[in-house]
Structure formats: C-alpha cells, structure tokens
C-alpha cells in the first residue's frame, strides 16, 4: 500500500529564518505530487504542483519554492520566512490526473 | 471567479441519525468530484468520489448525490457516529490539459455528532 510522510509535524521558526519541509511517498512510482497551505478553519490553498522529477508549478507568486529530487520527494522551501507564511502546510500525491489525491498530516508552521 | 462552496458551515446531528452535507460547484465542466473529511490536526482523508457520467455512489455508510442541473453536490452519511465528527470537504477536480489536475476546495462544513 501506498504511504505519505510529512515532517516536521510542527515547527516554530523566527521570521527570516530558512524553510525546508519534506514529503516523502512510499509504495507508487512517478507519482503527482502537491503542497497545499491551509489557513485556520478555510479550505486548501494549492501552492505547487509536480509531474515528475525537477518538474515544478507554482500556483501563486509567494515567499516559497518548491523542489523534487527524487521521484517520491517532494520539498518546500524559504530563504527568508514572514509572518504570513505561518499556516498548516499539506502535501498531496495522486497516481496520475483526475484521480484522487492522498494527504500527509500536514506541518503546523507558526512564525515568531 | 469559479468555485466550490459550501451551504452550511456547521451541522450538528444526533448519534444515530442520517447527514447531509451539501455543497454547490460552478464549473459546468468540471467531470469529477471528491468529498474528504479531516480530524483535528490532521490531513484530509479521502471518503468517496464520483465523476460526471454518474448520479449516485454509494460506499460504506456513505452516498454521495451528483445532480448536475443545478451544479449540486451531496454526501449522506447513515447512522452517524461519534468518530464521525470532523470538517467535510467537497473538492472539483478541474481538468487543466498535460498531465495534472487540480483539486478546487469548498471552505468545509463541521459536521458535530451529539451522543
């Protein structure tokens, strides 16, 4: 069976302080992969969004970047955190288009 | 703009009674639909989906209801239980060409099971 993995579960990070979270999907090959930010008591926010390995989309102008490595790794990245990227970020991988995506348990990210 | 949306934010029903969820989409040609639920602290969890050349699908204790004329969606859920309590999400999955889709979330519903 397949399996996601996010980590850290939760991270407090001073503003202007760099930013990696990883995502790591077992059990499937050349999956889609996502990360979506969801703000407090609202639907998810897609960011980025990758086909295969060093293929990146990005949804909307931000702070962020995301990279892929590896085929079942996929990164989310700051140079320099601000307030406002303070969220709970998921990571998503679907088998290929129109199909379902499967979601980590997310990292809680507060800025300080 | 196009979106997803919810028409109740919040629902409280009695352990034991049947839910609806409702929710209402606005792309006509959206051709698949997905309805997760997410606990506290959690990721969502994927519960049923359906696509657009069907009406109904039912799952174990869940249906979900297509009704394209009016761009409505809705998930029962019979003989509600406590550890059914947690945020739905209806979510369009809109077709963007090559070789990726995007899933467009409503804003969610709290569905609150009282014993």
């Known amino acids: 069976s397949q399996t996601i993995h996010q980590w850290p579960a939760t991270l407090v990070q001073p503003v202007g302080s760099p930013l990696s979270l990883e995502c790591t999907v077992e059990g499937t090959s050349n999956p889609n992969l996502y990360w979506y930010r969801q703000a407090a008591g609202r639907g998810l926010q897609l960011l980025f969004y990758?086909?295969?390995?060093?293929?990146i989309s990005s949804e909307v102008p931000q702070n962020l970047s995301a990279s892929r490595p590896q085929d079942r790794q996929f990164i989310l990245s700051s140079k320099k955190l601000l307030l406002s990227d303070s969220g709970f970020y998921l990571c998503a991988w679907s088998r290929q288009a129109n199909q379902p995506q499967h979601f980590g348990d997310g990292t809680r990210l507060s800025i300080l | 703009g196009e979106s997803v949306g919810l028409h109740l934010p919040t629902l409280s029903v009695q352990e034991g009674d049947n839910s609806i969820i409702n929710c209402a989409y606005s792309n006509s040609a959206s051709d698949y639909f997905i309805w997760y639920k997410q606990e506290s602290g959690k990721g969502p969890q994927f519960i049923i989906d359906?696509?657009?050349?069907?009406d109904k699908r039912q799952g174990q204790r869940v249906t979900v209801l297509l009704n394209k004329t009016v761009k409505h969606l809705s998930l029962q859920i019979a003989a509600t239980q406590p550890g059914d309590s947690a945020v739905y999400f209806c979510a369009e999955n809109r077709w963007e060409g090559g070789a990726t889709n995007k899933l467009i979330f409503g804003t969610g519903t709290l569905l609150a099971v009282q014993p």
């Open positions: 359906i696509r657009s050349n069907m």
């Open positions: 990758s086909v295969g390995i060093g293929q």
